[in-house]
């Protein structure tokens, strides 16, 4: 069984993705790009979740999920079984920002919508920061509430875990690893033991991946993986 996925998409509630990046949007390109599961992955924030996961009832499955900014500036993607302990991992990071609030002017709106795509409101915190949380932190919280834990494109110069730290803590309890598309030639081989996952970290609607990726459960270490995903 074969799962074709897009595991790292921003709504409009972050600062850099496009106002078009509401919810049904969001889940109509997903699925008209044949893409059997997806996960929203706003930075330090799951305020717009609840809404995908409604909208995409009877279309496409969706996981939810955040995109953390750590104390060391590497961002990491945590997944979680349910809105609620994604919801609840986001309440939690809300008290641990830095109290910058968003520049409209510089980031753009940081809207949260319902699942009619309607505005309910404005995250003020820059989302964009860092949480005052270091990476074992994240880890750890992520964990506690049965979610999967991975450092995002890590091939990448800036907001990885390979720039920002200059290597993968062995002792780091990683579940999967996130490698651009143009990285995976690179960095497959020397991560060979991670599951490896490739996502779009898509902004605009047209940046949502095609049908080229896939997991599956014949591979032994994607295993944890692929039974997280079939859950939903």
Do not use: W
């Not at 920002?97 to 505005?119: A, C, H, P, T, Y």
């Not at 409101?121 to 964990?143: C, F, K, M, Q, W």
């Not at 991975?150 to 993968?168: E, K």
């Amino acid at each position: 069984m074969s799962l074709f996925y897009d595991l790292h998409i921003h709504s409009c509630l972050s600062p850099c993705g496009d106002e078009d990046m509401t919810p049904n949007n969001i889940v109509n390109m997903s699925y008209l790009k044949g893409l059997d599961i997806i996960a929203v992955t706003d930075h330090n924030s799951a305020g717009n979740v609840r809404a995908v996961c409604n909208a995409a009832k009877g279309k496409i499955k969706v996981v939810p999920g955040i995109e953390v900014t750590t104390s060391e500036e590497v961002h990491v993607l945590c997944y979680f079984g349910s809105v609620e302990a994604a919801e609840d991992m986001g309440e939690f990071l809300k008290t641990n920002m830095s109290g910058i609030k968003n520049n409209v002017e510089i980031f753009g709106r940081q809207l949260l919508l319902n699942e009619e795509d309607e505005i309910v409101g404005e995250e003020e915190n820059l989302l964009i920061s860092a949480v005052n949380l270091d990476i074992y932190d994240v880890e750890r919280e992520t964990h506690k509430r049965g979610g999967i834990f991975v450092p995002a494109h890590i091939d990448r110069s800036s907001y990885s875990i390979t720039a920002n730290l200059g290597f993968l803590p062995p002792d780091l309890n990683a579940d999967a690893i996130e490698i651009t598309e143009s990285g995976l030639n690179i960095y497959k081989e020397k991560y060979q033991d991670f599951t490896i996952i490739t996502d779009s970290d898509a902004h605009f609607l047209e940046n949502i991946s095609e049908k080229n990726v896939f997991l599956d459960n014949a591979v032994k270490k994607n295993q944890k993986i692929f039974d997280f995903l079939c859950k939903f």
